[in-house]
């Protein structure tokens, strides 16, 4: 993933212990993130939190795949046209990670739409989910084996770049380049795009319906959230909307070093850059995912959640009570049952937005 160096340039160790090392800082936040999501059971909750999980075996993968590329070191006194099985393995493995993230950064943006915005719960393509990115990122990443594109490019093995030591430069060279464009570099740029216009279309719809709600509920007096449904998806979809946003701006660099390294420009910043960013996202979702199993556990255990749910009840029942059913001859009965369940403060406020008055 680095720019391709001449036969004379020696590859840079330093970006090479960068990627490794970040990697495995990755490995290890996303090895603790899935193991407190596995003993919280928040993976049995909601497709949400699954997804948000996948994001982070993904991450997981793609950090012991820039730890493998430690391996890249013993092909550096090698031509840099040479393959070799060891090289095009941990390419292979790298490779094959960040197709997965962004096969499962495609079903998230899809899962944001139907469920934030079109209020649909597409569960029931949680396998077609895995399953496309399980098996899709194989297929793609096989292409360069296939072809012999693998190999040592520039601090470590990636899709080798057209170059001086290749008998011959200019075929190479253009075959070299069409396959990182096609196999990362286009795709990845596309989903950078959608990534960041569906997060803020999503974000954006989801304030505006909260703002309507609250302005047709502003002469409401009870003591409740307004907007209680849209205010819920965004604590939902919080890891999932960070994991995209982070991701698409983590992958710039990497993409900005392949393009140099496509003619043949070697750019240390951006080496450095790519070395740091490319197992930097993995971290960022393994915490995003730690911090969003935290939040949960604090709501679940907030003192005030009892004293939520009874005034979602009661503005349930302040519309029913509004009803014509409502209405009949067991509105006496029913309505001292009711107000005897309260407490005055939540009586008066009952009282105060259904438009009854409950005489001593």
């Known amino acids: 993933m680095v720019a391709a160096t001449n036969c004379s340039a020696s590859p840079d160790l330093k970006a090479l212990f960068v990627l490794s090392s970040t990697g495995g800082a990755a490995a290890l936040v996303c090895l603790l993130a899935a193991v407190v999501v596995f003993a919280t059971r928040l993976h049995t909750t909601t497709l949400d939190c699954r997804l948000a999980l996948y994001h982070v075996l993904a991450g997981l993968v793609s950090g012991i795949a820039c730890v493998c590329q430690l391996l890249s070191v013993l092909y550096y006194d090698e031509p840099v046209s040479a393959t070799h099985a060891g090289c095009t393995a941990v390419a292979f493995l790298l490779h094959y990670s960040l197709w997965m993230k962004l096969c ?9 739409f139907c469920y934030a915005v079109c209020y649909r719960n597409p569960h029931k393509l949680e396998a077609v989910y895995v399953l496309t990115s399980i098996a899709i990122p194989a297929a793609i990443s096989a292409i360069p084996v296939a072809t012999r594109s693998y190999g040592l490019a520039g601090a470590w093995c990636w899709i080798r770049s057209g170059n001086e030591c290749s008998l011959d430069k200019e075929i190479d060279l253009k075959r070299l380049t069409m396959q990182q464009l096609a196999l990362w570099n286009a795709p990845a740029a596309g989903m950078v795009a959608l990534g960041l216009i569906s997060v803020l279309a999503v974000v954006t719809i989801l304030v505006c319906r909260t703002y309507a709600e609250k302005i047709d509920r502003e002469r409401a007096i009870l003591v409740i959230k307004p907007s209680t449904i849209n205010t819920s998806a965004l604590n939902q979809i919080f890891p999932l909307l960070v994991n995209i946003v982070t991701w698409c701006l983590l992958v710039i660099p990497s993409m900005l070093n392949h393009v140099y390294g496509g003619h043949l420009i070697v750019s ?7 070395a740091l960013c490319t197992p930097a996202w993995s971290i960022a ?12 556990l604090n709501s ?24 014509a059913v409502f209405h009949s001859t067991d509105t006496a009965n029913w309505s001292s049952s009711f107000h005897s369940t309260m407490t005055s403060c939540e009586l008066a406020n009952w009282n105060a937005a259904s438009g009854h008055v409950v005489h001593s």
């Open 104 to 112: 499962f950064n495609g079903w998230t943006i899809l899962h944001l």
């Open 268 to 274: 240390q910043s951006l080496v450095l850059a790519d």
């Open 285 to 296: 979702a393994g915490v995003t995912m730690v911090i969003h199993v935290i939040l949960v």
């Open 300 to 323: 679940r255990m907030a003192p005030d959640a009892e004293q939520a749910r009874r005034y979602g009840t009661i503005a349930e029942e302040r519309d029913f009570a509004n009803s």
